[in-house]
């Protein structure tokens, strides 16, 4: 099949999302691999452009990224191919997961380890704060301001999507109030 | 019809499932659990730990799980479609009309103020998980461990589950 042939371009996502675990960061490495070297669908330059894009809207950064690669090399329909490819396995796996599952508890191991993996899920979403809020939380501002929107949130009951709102706009208001501030200086 | 409720309540997530996976654990909690009651707090944390075990993003394979729990295969379509929609229109727009918006200044001032509720909202999700499942000393134990293990080891999250796992059986097995 052709290089850049809907079949290709869907098989080169499902590969992608095949073999990629815990989604985002891990799989960037590998996406990078298959479709600047291996396919030469975008320029180094040009992968660079994509992640940025792929992590300033909403998603997941694996699918943003296969819909926009998609979308370069065959338009529409293209970046449709792509997505699809990336989706399926999850779906697929997933879904077989989920079928049986109900039943797979019932056995006492099955339940056993569950036992053990739930108390480890706290663990691995605190790690998650703990990575992603290192780099934010090094100004005093920042920090004040994750304890206030955990509060919110915790306490609060505040909607997420309330609060994700909030965050935007707090950082336009600061981004506002320093521009006036640097064009005040400016004509002082 | 639950399936196009499926499909707007994961197009609502997606929408505001912005700076990394983990975003949409809050998201789920509030919609999935507490506005439509479709899952139970302890089905939310396994489908977290089946969403980490097995490849692919957690926001679909949330979705998926979710959809096929709540009403069946066509549950999991319609859940699917609707977490990748706003991810299709976004990504079509940009594509097609703005490649260098991310790059605006307004835009990155709004990324800037995003990242403190991202990381508040998904430190309250630790909280509600921790409520969930830390019910006695022993599972308080296997919350430590795996912490420390993810923390200060490079091993990968998945072997830190499969470890619990282990420790399950082998505890209440």
Redesign the interface.
Known sequence: MGKNSLLHLFWTFFKIGATTFGGGYAMLPIIKHEVVERNGWIKDEEFVDVVAVAQSVPGAVAVNSAIFIGFKVRGYVGAFASMLGAVLPSFIVILLIAAFFVEFTNYKIVAAAFAGIRPAVVALITAAVIRLGKPVVKTKYNLLLVCIFLLLAAVFDVHPILLILAGAGVGLVRHYRQNKKASEGDSA | MIVLQLYFAFL?I??????????M???I??EIISVHGWLTP?QF??I??????????????SA??IG??TAG?WG?VFA?AG??T???V???L???LM?????N???Q??????????????????????R???SDLT??L???A??L???FTRL???L??AL??????L???
């Open positions: 609502k997606g929408l505001f499932s912005i700076g990394g996976g983990y975003v654990l809050p998201l909690e509030k302890a944390v396994d977290v730990a089946i969403a980490e075990m097995t490849p692919g993003p957690v926001a679909i394979n998926t799980f096929y729990q295969f999991s699917t977490v990748v706003p991810s299709l976004f990504i079509l940009i594509a097609k490649q260098h918006f991310y790059q200044r307004w835009v001032a709004g990324f800037t103020g995003l990242r403190p509720a991202v990381i508040g909202l998904i430190a309250s999700a630790a909280i509600f998980v921790a969930t499942t830390l599972a308080a296997f919350a430590v795996a912490f293990l993810l923390t990968h999250p998945i830190v589950l619990a796992a282990l420790g399950g059986i505890v209440y097995g």
